[in-house]
């Protein structure tokens, strides 16, 4: 019966890798896009949960593209180096993405992961995001603006000084 619950347990323990037509779950998963709804203009995040140290690998590069409203982040991993152990996995924890600034409209974000095990594959893991229209800049004073500013306070300052002044008189 032991070996029978230790076989079981490592089945799940391997089930994320034994997906469908051999492609394993992504090591990222709850894909966010940090920003969002964000302004025209403004950077985003791509934030995702990454499963250190499950799949034997870790992440080496990302780059973002960009078609016709689906943006596409694709995560490159790289092995562990020689001689690193990982017998207890630590909980999973976010990693952010710049994807830069975009253009009003509707997105689906998709992370892409490339393993560096050859024949390994992982699935897409994907969101939607928004963004909406740039922020308008606020207008500023110019120099001469303020002075013209200051002054009228400074005469209603003074005028209610005066007035102040006057009825305390009576």
């Given amino acids: 019966m032991r070996i029978l619950s230790c076989f079981l ?3 799940l323990l391997m089930a994320p890798t034994l997906a469908v037509a051999g492609a394993a779950q992504s090591p990222f998963f709850e894909l966010r896009a940090i920003g969002s709804p964000a302004s025209a203009g403004l950077p985003l995040v791509a934030r995702a949960l990454y499963r250190f140290c499950v ?3 870790m992440i080496g590069s990302s780059q973002v593209s960009q078609s016709d409203g689906v943006v596409t ?3 490159t ?3 562990f180096p020689p001689g690193t152990a990982c017998f207890t996995p630590p909980p999973p924890d976010f990693y952010d993405f710049p994807l830069g600034s975009f253009a009003e409209g509707d997105y689906t974000l998709i992370l892409e992961t490339i393993s560096s095990i ?3 594959t992982y699935l897409p893991v994907s969101t939607s995001f928004s963004v909406g229209p740039a922020l308008r800049s606020v207008p ?3 120099p001469a603006s303020w002075l013209v500013l200051a002054a ?3 005469l209603v300052l003074a005028r209610s ?3 102040l002044g006057q009825s305390g008189a009576d």
């Fill in 152 to 154: 009228a306070m400074v």
């Fill in 161 to 163: 000084r005066h007035r």
């Fill in 77 to 79: 991993m790289v092995p």
């Fill in 55 to 57: 799949y034997e690998e």
């Fill in 118 to 120: 050859p024949g390994r």
């Fill in 73 to 75: 982040l694709t995560v």
């Fill in 9 to 11: 347990l490592a089945v």
């Fill in 140 to 142: 500023t004073l110019s």
